[in-house]
Nanobody, 123 residues
Framework: VQLLASGGGLVQAGDSLRLSCAASGRAVSNNAMGWFRQPPGKEREFVASISWNAGRISYRHSVKGRFTISRDGAKNTVYLQMNSLKPEDTAVYYC?????????????????WGQGTQVTVSS
C-alpha cells in the first residue's frame, strides 16, 4: 500500500485546510486509517483515527471540535478537515493505514505511512 498525502500549506490562524490521503496498490477499505503529526522539534503524535466503516472515530483532545476525519471508500481516500487552525497545529502531517480494521491511537498499530505534508499556521 502506498499513501500519498496532500493539501498542506501556509495559512493564517483561523483559516482552514483539508488534507487528503490517497491510497494505491490495494484497497484500504478494511483498514482503519489515521492522521499523525510531528511539530517542529517534537515527537510524532496522534491526531485522528477512523475505523474501517467510520463507526469509530477518535481525536486528539486539542483538535476536537476543529478537525474532522472522514473516508471515501470508492476513492480509497481519507481526509482531514482542519478548521480554526492555530499556530500550535504547525507540523508535518502524516497519514497511515492500520494493520487492522479498528481505529487506534497507537503508532505501532499502523503498518503503512505516507510521506507527510507540511502545515504551517502563522499567528
Amino acid at each position: 500500500v502506498q499513501l500519498l498525502a496532500s493539501g498542506g500549506g501556509l495559512v493564517q490562524a483561523g483559516d482552514s485546510l483539508r488534507l487528503s490521503c490517497a491510497a494505491s496498490g490495494r484497497a484500504v477499505s478494511n483498514n482503519a486509517m489515521g492522521w499523525f503529526r510531528q511539530p517542529p522539534g517534537k515527537e510524532r503524535e496522534f491526531v485522528a483515527s477512523i475505523s474501517w466503516n467510520a463507526g469509530r472515530i477518535s481525536y486528539r483532545h486539542s483538535v476536537k471540535g476543529r478537525f474532522t476525519i472522514s473516508r471515501d471508500g470508492a476513492k480509497n481516500t481519507v481526509y482531514l478537515q482542519m478548521n480554526s487552525l492555530k499556530p500550535e497545529d504547525t507540523a508535518v502531517y502524516y497519514c497511515a493505514a492500520a494493520r487492522r480494521s479498528y481505529a487506534s491511537i497507537v503508532q505501532d498499530d499502523y503498518a503503512y505511512w505516507g510521506q507527510g505534508t507540511q502545515v504551517t499556521v502563522s499567528s
